[in-house]
């Protein structure tokens, strides 16, 4: 069964940094593509990050040059390290492993979720 298990949410003023784990479990891990979304409060699910098992990465316009997608294959581990933060990046954020990179396909696994707060 694959898991995907989160960490590092949390909450940080405006102009700080987070670093957000995901942990997956299985052997998926290393021969996907894994993506970071977000999903504020009243808003649609936002694809953020992505990075496919060759280490091509993409962001979203809102984060880039803020954030860093990065995997570490050996610890089965994908991160998503967010400096300067701002009020609007506030949200729940999820990992997600599936087939298809940068894609807002819902089919794959899905963590549980992690809350980021930025406070202005």
């Known amino acids: 069964q694959v898991q995907l298990v989160e960490s590092g949410g949390g909450l940080v003023q405006a102009g700080g940094s987070l670093r957000l784990s995901c942990t997956v479990s299985g052997s998926i891990f290393s021969n996907n593509v894994m993506h970071w979304y977000r999903q504020a409060a009243g808003k649609q699910r936002e694809l953020v990050a992505a990075?496919?098992?060759?280490?091509?990465?993409k962001y979203a316009d809102s984060v880039k040059g803020r954030f860093t997608v990065s995997r570490d294959t050996a610890n089965n581990t994908v991160y998503l390290q967010m400096k300067s933060l701002k009020a609007e990046d506030t949200a729940v954020y999820y990992c997600?492993?599936?087939?298809?990179?940068?894609?807002?396909?819902?089919?794959?696994?899905w963590g549980q979720g992690t809350q980021v707060t930025v406070s202005s």
């Open positions: 990075i496919s098992s060759g280490g091509t990465t």
């Open positions: 997600h492993v599936g087939t298809i990179f940068w894609t807002t396909d819902i089919r794959g696994y």
